[in-house]
T-cell receptor, first 114, second 113 residues
């Protein structure tokens, strides 16, 4: 069965610093990968997705992620964070032909401090 | 284009009661999925409906059920509520549902007392 692991439950950083949120997945078949962001008391907003093609994916709000098949990773990066990036970030996977829809990681709480 | 809407946004129920939550997908989307979000278990897939048929189901007891109408709107029902059913219930819609991007609504916060 598909599983997604987010290695850090909390990541504190200072404003304008770079950040990387780590995500690893397990799958023996083709997989589609997503990053979502959740602000307090809101639903999930799609940041970016990898379906196929270029392994470097650019998303909204200056975020990007790199798909690494050999390391089964899909880490999210931003070169310079803002206070407004404080939120919870979820990595998710959807296997081709899988019976479940999205399988989510446990989430990473990003806190950007001034 | 309007996003996914969910009603109500907040609900308070007592143990043993039942509850119905509603989800209106993005116009043109035919797939609706439901997820439960709790601090302990995170985000878990409940079920997916496509063209009024349940296409996928997660690992939840039969107390959790759903349906989809011809206009793609969906409802989920939880009977005989338990304290552990307190959660944020998220609905997501997509066009065909297979590997399409899912767009989420704001959720319904259910509190069971």
């Amino acid at each position: 069965a598909q599983s997604v692991t987010q290695l850090d439950s909390q990541v504190p950083v200072f404003e304008e610093a770079p950040v990387e949120l780590r995500c690893n997945y397990s799958s023996s078949v083709s997989v589609y990968l997503f990053w979502y962001v959740q602000y307090p008391n809101q639903g999930l907003q799609l940041l970016l997705k990898y379906l196929s093609g270029s392994t470097l994916v650019k998303g909204i709000n200056g975020f990007e992620a790199e798909f690494n098949k050999s390391q089964t990773s899909f880490h999210l990066r931003k070169p310079s964070v803002h206070i407004s990036d404080t939120a919870e970030y979820f990595c998710a996977a959807n296997s081709q032909g899988g019976s479940e829809k999205l399988v989510f990681g446990k989430g990473t709480k990003l806190t950007v401090n001034p | 284009k309007a996003g996914v809407t969910q009603t109500p946004r907040y609900l308070i129920k007592t143990r043993g009661q039942q509850v119905t939550l509603s989800c209106s997908p993005i116009s043109g989307h035919r797939s609706v999925s439901w997820y439960q979000q709790t601090p302990g278990q995170g985000l878990q897939f409940l079920f997916e409906y496509f063209s009024e048929t349940q296409r996928n189901k997660g690992n939840f007891p039969g107390r959790f059920s759903g349906r989809q109408f011809s206009n793609s709107r969906s409802e989920m029902n939880v009977s005989t509520l338990e304290l552990g059913d307190s959660a944020l219930y998220l609905c997501a819609s997509s066009t065909t549902g297979d590997t399409d991007t899912q767009y989420f609504g704001p959720g319904t916060r259910l509190t069971v007392l």
